[in-house]
């Protein structure tokens, strides 16, 4: 299956502090990318819809502000978690589409590895 | 209600055992069907991708879909206990639209 790797796995920050997520893949180029947030023995919840060279589309409830997505390229999502709270602490995942020749998208998502976020 | 359901488990099995896992949906829109296998503290997996109803094999892993009963599962035969983790099913209605997750059925394999 297709490569989405995230950088850093695992994150410790000072409440305050703003910490920054990137999402990459590796073999294929991914115009649109996925963020999701993942509560202990819970469900994936998307947080929103990042597309290459536009603003991110969030989800109702999620803060835009507070999490700052960008798509610069065909092949990197950052999210970044501003003015990072306890309640922050998460398990962050992106993830991506493989582009389809004939409909460009098919459905399938791949994931990165995760990054876990502990704010003190 | 949830659009979709998953009993989040835990199910523990002996090794060797036949696993089923399953999923039910309200939204008989959905059309694309999918099982992700998720260790603990990584990213999912994808395992099975199928469109529709019907069966899709792919090694010790089984997955069907029956769109008239809104029922998916994913089987697996000759349980490992290297398959110990969480399983989510996903589904999306259209391509490019949301993929709904469930809530993950927690799965033990017992050596």
């Known amino acids: 299956g297709a490569v989405v790797s995230q950088h850093p796995s695992w994150v410790i920050c000072k409440s305050g502090t703003s910490v920054k997520i990137e999402c990459r893949s590796l073999?294929?180029?991914?115009?649109?990318m996925f963020w999701y947030r993942q509560f202990p023995k819970q469900s994936l919840m998307l947080m929103a819809t990042?597309?290459?060279?536009?603003?991110?589309?969030?989800e109702q409830g999620v803060e835009k502000d507070k999490f700052l997505i960008n798509h610069a390229s065909l092949t990197l999502s950052t999210l970044t978690v501003t003015s990072a709270h306890p309640e922050d602490s998460s398990f962050y995942i992106c993830?991506?589409?493989?582009?389809?020749?004939?409909?460009?998208?098919?459905?399938?998502?791949?994931f990165g590895e995760g990054s876990r976020l502990t704010v003190l | 209600q949830k659009e979709v359901e998953q009993d989040p488990g835990p199910l523990s099995v002996p090794e060797g055992a036949i696993v089923s896992l399953n999923c039910t949906y309200s939204?008989?829109?959905?059309?694309?069907f999918m099982w992700y296998r998720q260790y603990s503290r990584k990213g999912p997996e994808l395992l099975m991708y199928?469109?529709?109803?019907g069966n899709k094999e792919d090694g010790r892993f089984t997955a069907q879909v029956d769109k008239s009963s809104k029922y998916i599962s994913l089987f697996i035969r000759d349980s490992q206990p290297s398959d110990s983790a969480t399983y989510l099913c996903?589904?999306?209605?259209?391509?490019?639209?949301?993929?709904?997750f469930g809530q993950g059925t927690e799965l033990s394999v017992k050596p």
């Open positions: 993830s991506a589409t493989i582009p389809d020749r004939t409909s460009g998208y098919t459905g399938e998502l791949f």
């Open positions: 073999d294929f180029q991914a115009t649109t």
């Open positions: 990042s597309n290459e060279g536009s603003k991110a589309t969030y």
């Open positions: 939204n008989s829109a959905f059309q694309y």
């Open positions: 199928t469109y529709s109803s």
């Open positions: 996903a589904m999306i209605k259209n391509q490019g639209g949301k993929l709904i």
